[in-house]
């Protein structure tokens, strides 16, 4: 995203207003307090400062800008700050692809419209008619109450060929259009019939509650027991997560996401109070579905029936998992003392281990408990991986040991962490009876490839700040600075973006610099290629020199910003003296002592030789 865009939005946004929605602001000096909103505190520590349009909690030390706290408050990442303050601001985001045409626009608005028409349809004749009476029976059966059925939308479709159409027909909706939205069927020899009837139906929202397609469980024997809309301009099951309209706060909130196969899981899980449930409608995990949470979540979980059929559906959800979390690129010297780049798992996935012969709605029904703990004790998807690949008894066949070597090897090769991948190492090489330098290396090597740097080019910038030049050295030379990245504090950036960056590479700890922008969003890379672009062209520095330079820029950013943060301080301590506010006094005092002990490097111990000024300070 331009800078110049993310400038305009902090030219706008007014940070008082804005937090003064969550905290209860009170005028201090040129500044205000209040109680954080990060931490529990009964004596206030948090304080806005409008002059630079910055926070900062002198308690927990959390700080920033408007899209700092926009992203801390909402548990959000930068690109969704961003979305929220645009919105507020009226700035205009440049779209990241074109936009589609006008005709299109329409046709797809009308297509919401009908599927939206249809949904409240279903509800009717679920609620309010004769027709739906063996659909209510089957819900208070598999007993879902009428308050969760209704936030889902559960409708019923009549058993009827055309009651849909007839309904639709008298608000001049045209069957053809309805066999577009994949709500009818034509006939070979001319006209059309509804999809679904006699079913149970579940409305599909994508993540911002829109009705884009259905699903329909059958209440007698027809088949196949669960019907879906098939595939239109607006709806593809493999791209869509079912209930991720009604859980997305939560993941965002707790970090993790648990994913269900079928529509009634998810249902039961959010009656019973777990709202971070999602279901993959039935079907093998699809990349699409994990591109749709893997930004808001630490964590996978895979609660899928524990039968044959769910354990295998397991593995084909676990082997997309690998492909669409596996972003991120490691250099790894080969034999030959050359570089290749694995694929490294960032993501924590792990399996939920249900009871034998148990569904999730099932198990969450009977035994809420049980599932509570299931999910609150997961197995770590390697160990699954071993369980149900290689299995506990070993072999002796030298040919299959070979085969499960070979498949294993990849899923290993992709874990970042050395001591957790040796660990797993040992123990297939125990469960193979084989040598444990043989493990990696089976199977075939992930194929070379080279990630493009980002050309440095000159720019019209030839003083870039502290924290823009401090972040250019630390992406340009990760493995150099690797030392100082953990001594870092995100308490010190005002730039949200960089917040995002460093905690990253702190995570991460990447090697090169294709390997740190692998690691980012779309919208933090491209900050993350302006930032490299600021330093330019540069000669080869010996790694001493460039760390000092980093130090040096790391030092003179500390310096800022205890220096701004005294002088705000120090004015309002002087106009609580000449208001004679006692409070005022204490308070600023307290917080100046803060400020003392969080940089000490600039106070240092008193000489016992010379007056020292700090003598007079209280």
Request: glycine share 6%; with cysteine; net charge negative.
């Amino acid at each position: 995203m331009a800078d110049d865009v993310v400038d305009q939005i902090r030219e706008r946004v007014d940070i008082v207003e804005l937090i003064g929605q969550h905290v209860n602001l009170r005028k201090s000096g040129r500044n205000f307090t209040g109680l954080c909103p990060f931490h529990q505190e009964k004596t206030p520590s948090f304080v806005v400062f409008p002059e630079n349009q910055s926070f900062h909690c002198f308690g927990c030390g959390a700080g920033g800008d408007a899209f700092g706290f926009t992203m801390q408050i909402e548990h959000i990442d930068f690109r969704g700050a961003l979305e929220q303050l645009s919105a507020r601001t009226g700035v205009a985001l440049r779209p990241a692809t074109p936009p589609p045409p006008p005709d299109e626009i329409e046709r797809h608005d009308r297509l919401l419209k009908l599927n939206n028409g249809a949904a409240n349809w279903f509800a009717y004749v679920l609620w309010q008619t004769s027709q739906g009476e063996p659909a209510r029976q089957i819900l208070e059966r598999r007993g879902v109450d009428r308050t969760t059925a209704e936030r889902f939308k559960l409708g019923y479709a009549p058993e009827s060929w055309d009651a849909l159409q007839v309904y639709m027909a008298k608000r001049d909706v045209k069957p053809e259009e309805l066999v577009a939205a994949g709500l009818a069927i034509e006939r070979e020899g001319g006209g059309s019939y509804d999809r679904f009837r006699a079913r149970l139906i579940f409305p599909i929202h994508d993540k911002d509650g829109r009705v884009i397609g259905f699903g329909g469980r059958a209440l007698g024997d027809a088949q196949p027991k669960y019907l879906n809309s098939p595939q239109t301009p607006i709806f593809d099951k493999g791209a869509n997560l079912y209930g991720l309209h009604l859980a997305q706060d939560a993941i965002r909130r707790e970090r993790e996401v648990v994913v269900v196969e079928g529509y009634m899981d998810a249902i039961a899980a959010h009656q019973f109070g777990f709202e971070n449930v999602v279901a993959s409608m039935g079907t093998a995990l699809t990349s699409a579905q994990v591109r749709l949470v893997r930004r808001s979540v630490d964590r996978i979980l895979l609660a899928l029936d524990s039968d044959a059929a769910g354990q295998m559906a397991t593995i084909r959800g676990l082997d997309v998992l690998r492909e669409g979390l596996a972003e991120a690129d490691r250099p790894v010297p080969d034999a030959a003392g050359l570089v290749r780049f694995e694929r490294t798992l960032k993501t924590d996935i792990r399996i939920v281990r249900l009871p034998s012969g148990k569904d999730p709605d099932e198990l969450i029904r009977k035994d809420v408990a049980a599932w509570r703990q299931a999910v609150a004790a997961p197995l770590p998807l390697i160990d699954f991986y071993l369980d149900t690949v290689i299995g506990t008894e070993p072999t002796n066949d030298p040919q299959r040991k070979s085969e499960l070597a070979r498949r294993i090897a990849p899923v290993l090769r992709e874990v970042s962490d050395r001591i957790i991948q040796a660990h797993y190492v040992s123990e297939v090489a125990r469960r193979l009876q084989i040598d444990e330098r043989l493990v990696l290396s089976s199977g075939n090597p992930i194929p070379s490839k080279r990630l493009r740097l980002p050309e440095s080019k000159p720019t019209k910038r030839t003083s870039p700040s502290s924290e823009e030049h401090l972040f250019a050295l630390l992406l340009r030379h990760p493995l150099i600075l690797t030392p100082l990245l953990m001594s870092i504090s995100a308490q010190e950036m005002l730039d949200a973006r960089h917040v995002e960056i460093l905690g990253v590479l702190q995570a991460s700890t990447p090697e090169t610099t294709e390997a740190a922008l692998a690691e980012l969003s779309e919208t933090t890379r491209e900050r993350a290629m302006q930032l490299l672009e600021l330093i330019g062209e540069r000669p080869l520095s010996y790694s001493g020199q460039v760390r000092r330079e980093a130090e040096e820029a790391l030092q003179r950013l500390r310096k800022e910003r205890h220096d701004y943060r005294m002088r705000q301080l120090m004015a309002d301590l002087a106009a609580a003296a000449r208001d004679n506010d006692q409070e005022a006094l204490h308070y600023n005092m307290a917080l100046i002592d803060q400020v003392r002990a969080r940089y000490p490097e600039f106070y240092p111990e008193p000489s016992p030789y010379f007056r020292d000024v700090r003598d007079n300070a209280s």
